[in-house]
């Protein structure tokens, strides 16, 4: 007979952090919902995180402020983890036959058997009214910029079946949070939150390049397409044509946002932080491709803090 502490072990998902708490202290009950969410790898929510919150700091050092409003702050933290897990209900959903015939996703909740197709929509709905609910606390001009990134949130899934750009559409859905901050506080859209819009698209497909890495073998078996697959042994150039791309066109949103000097000290070090994952990748090792997929949350660190220090200088001027 199985052991239960094997079988609570064969459940967890490959790529999970190792000793999350939803593996760790979750009941059991709400474990397969916690995975199918991915609270179980909270880079995912950062990184969906990181555009709302440096499009905030940067509104506030447009406006003056010496600070992001930190109630958008939260709202976007709660936004971004309620969504993100949406997203990946959603996706797990539309990719059930997919994940099975892959290695590191065979053991999801859904192709693994511990969530069924009926649990998996009514979990997908009540994240959606928890981002709904956080969305309502905005501006009109928000909310309609919120509910309008759904149609391309809804047709990612489906992506890596058609081209071999997936992780572009990503890239679209992920930042739009570079849109929601400035909207959040000034109730219409410039130039400067397009370009850091712009400059996020770029970082996402870099990064999201990085983690494909990870299933290519699968991924060319099964007939799914993607970046990883499509660059190959060139991805370190296309890595270093993409994270130069977004830090020039993050650059021309802090000029045209009137940032000061510490913004762009932020910026040089999340372009180190990017030089050093191009000099770092191993394409070949998928913990290699794990460790610097995961490292991007410390990258958003970087540019946020540069920016809010450098409101809070210039405000104390």
Same mark, same amino acid.
């Given at each position: 007979m199985e052991n239960p502490s094997t079988r609570r072990v064969l459940e967890a998902v490959a790529d999970a952090v190792g000793g999350n708490w939803v593996d760790t202290r979750a009941p059991d009950w709400l474990k397969p919902y916690g995975r199918l969410a991915r609270w179980d790898r909270p880079i995912g929510w950062w990184l969906l995180l990181w555009?709302?919150?440096?499009?905030?700091?940067?509104?506030?050092?447009?406006?003056? /402020?010496? =600070?992001?409003?930190?109630?958008?702050?939260?709202?976007? =933290?709660?936004?971004?983890?309620? #969504?993100?897990?949406?997203?990946?209900?959603?996706?797990?959903?539309?990719?059930? @036959?997919?994940?099975? =015939?892959?290695?590191?996703?065979r053991l999801r909740p859904i192709p693994s058997g511990q969530v069924t197709i009926r649990q998996a929509k009514v979990f997908l709905v009540l994240q959606c009214l928890v981002g709904l609910l956080v969305l309502l606390q905005f501006n009109w001009f928000a909310i309609a910029l919120g509910a309008s990134s759904l149609l391309v949130v809804a047709v990612y899934p489906f992506m890596k079946r058609f081209t071999d750009w997936p992780q572009a559409v990503l890239g679209l859905a992920f930042s739009w949070g570079a849109l929601m901050g400035w909207a959040a506080e000034f109730g219409r859209l410039d130039w400067a939150p397009v370009l850091l819009y712009a400059g996020g698209v770029a970082w996402t497909i870099a990064y999201d390049t990085i983690?494909?890495?990870?299933?290519?073998?699968?991924?060319?078996?099964?007939?799914?397409?993607?970046?990883? %697959?499509?660059?190959?042994? *060139?991805?370190?150039?296309?890595?270093t044509g993409f994270f130069g791309a977004a830090? =020039?066109?993050?650059?021309?949103?802090?000029?045209?946002?009137?940032?000061?000097?510490?913004?762009?000290?932020?910026?040089?070090?999340?372009?180190?932080? #990017?030089?050093?994952?191009? *000099?770092?990748? @191993?394409?070949?090792?998928? @913990? /290699?491709?794990? #460790?610097?997929?995961?490292?991007?949350?410390?990258?958003?660190?970087?540019?946020?803090?540069?920016?809010?220090?450098?409101?809070?200088?210039?405000?104390? %001027?």
């Open positions: 555009p709302c919150w440096w499009s905030a700091a940067l509104a506030a050092g447009a406006a003056g /402020n010496p =600070l992001p409003d930190l109630w958008h702050v939260f709202l976007f =933290l709660v936004g971004a983890i309620a #969504m993100r897990g949406a997203g990946c209900t959603y996706n797990d959903l539309v990719d059930r @036959d997919i994940d099975g =015939l892959v290695e590191r996703t983690y494909a890495h990870q299933d290519k073998e699968d991924d060319a078996i099964v007939g799914v397409r993607s970046t990883a %697959l499509l660059f190959g042994p *060139r991805t370190r150039i296309y890595l830090v =020039l066109v993050f650059l021309s949103a802090l000029v045209l946002a009137g940032a000061g000097p510490l913004a762009y000290v932020g910026l040089a070090g999340a372009a180190l932080h #990017m030089a050093w994952q191009v *000099r770092s990748i @191993d394409v070949t090792d998928p @913990d /290699n491709c794990l #460790m610097l997929f995961r490292a991007n949350r410390t990258l958003g660190w970087i540019l946020f803090a540069g920016l809010v220090a450098d409101s809070l200088v210039r405000h104390s %001027l």
